[in-house]
């Protein structure tokens, strides 16, 4: 494919060592020759490919010296856009970096739209779409966590199990298609039992992959995590000792806490959203009230709610009422103060968690903390999966299209089921192919390809 030459700067704007210009298309390496002045006289178009060269930016109208470069120069088909591609390095700055890419677009680029030269390397076939939809997972992930599954992602591991899972959905639409066209030929036919076979096993592959969605999206977006409980139970003193700083404000006044409190922290790479929330319970105090119906709003919204309850104290009509409330909830017990003699009812409280986690701490002594975090990553991958698995899937794209897919499958084994023809059963095979599709670009739609490179940074 032919495109117009683009350009823009590819490093964060503002003051620093260098800056980055970077130009890609068919007349880059000429746009570059009319501006860059090469210490040693040569032919900057002739010169090979992936050399770096010192020189001077100059405006070739006035003579002015722009600043003193080094130029790299990539010639396709090797590089990242496939296309010829020119990187200036320059000295950092809003001024310096600005000026250049003025002159390069004066000189007939074009300024690139966001997420460009990543949209060309997709275009041009170098990468499919869950790679460069990687690129941006690298570039804003929390944790390192989070960076190793988007640099796997980047190196084709999610596009491969795609093409694999493409092939098995090929190879059951190939023989549908036979008995379709060839009723009268000496075709190997599949049994009913070895098409639903099939099926089921291709249902099984894309379930497995939505089971490890969760864990994926957690990975990339965090764990939104709700501290709740009631006033003065050690909410804070719980915030600020996971995050090992004085985050939040902790008195023994019931109901300092008014508003949420939100930090992230990392246990064992996984990116935690930690929310402090004011505690729950009646009051006709009008700012404390607003504070407690935040907090059950974070509840809500929350992926995992650590309910704390203070050991030192017996259970109260408010505990009560906060049993009810995380009902259904994914939640681990922490059982503070345990540095204090203990008046809570354990078997009672045993009772009210039935196969719930409980966990004991004390965030004055920084007792149990570790164990706590140990949970909290456990229960993160519900024992479905663990770091090292390289099919997680972090994108909530991806797991929608893996979601249709399961649906066109499980519509095909109903068809088998009930007798349907093979050609009506060939409708919700294509579908099925069609969604995996859209995972690696193959059967994306043009706004669909526009709206995820839109979320890019011009330059990348």
Known sequence: MEFDTIAAISTFPGEAGIGIVRISGEDALEILSRIFRPFKKKDIKAVKSHTIHYGHIV????????????????????????????????????????????????????????????????????????????????????????????QKQLAGVLGQKMRELRDKIMGLLSHLLALIDFPEENVEELEKSEIKKRAEEILKDIEKLIDASESGRIIREGLKTAIIGKPNVGKSSLLNALLRQERAIVTDIPGTTRDVIEEYMSIKGIPIKLIDTAGIRHTDELVEKIGVEKSKEVLAEADLILFVLDSSRELSKEDYEIFDIISGKNVIYVLNKIDLPKKIDETELKNLVGNGIIVEVSTIKGLGLDRLETEIYNLVFKGRVSAGEEDIITNARHKEALMNAKKYMESVLEAIEKGFSEDLITIDVNGALEEIGKITGETATEDVINQIFERFCIGK
């Open 59 to 150: 405006d070739p109208e006035t003579g002015e010296v722009y600043d003193e470069v080094l130029v790299t120069v990539m010639k396709k088909p090797h590089t990242y856009t496939r296309e010829d591609v020119v990187e200036i390095n320059c000295h950092g700055g809003i001024v310096v970096t600005s000026k250049i890419l003025e002159l390069v677009l004066r000189n007939g680029a074009r300024l690139a739209e966001p997420g460009e030269f990543t949209k060309r390397a997709f275009l041009n076939g170098r990468i499919d779409l869950s790679q460069a939809e990687a690129v941006i997972d690298i570039i804003t992930s929390k944790t390192m966590l989070a960076n190793r599954y988007a």
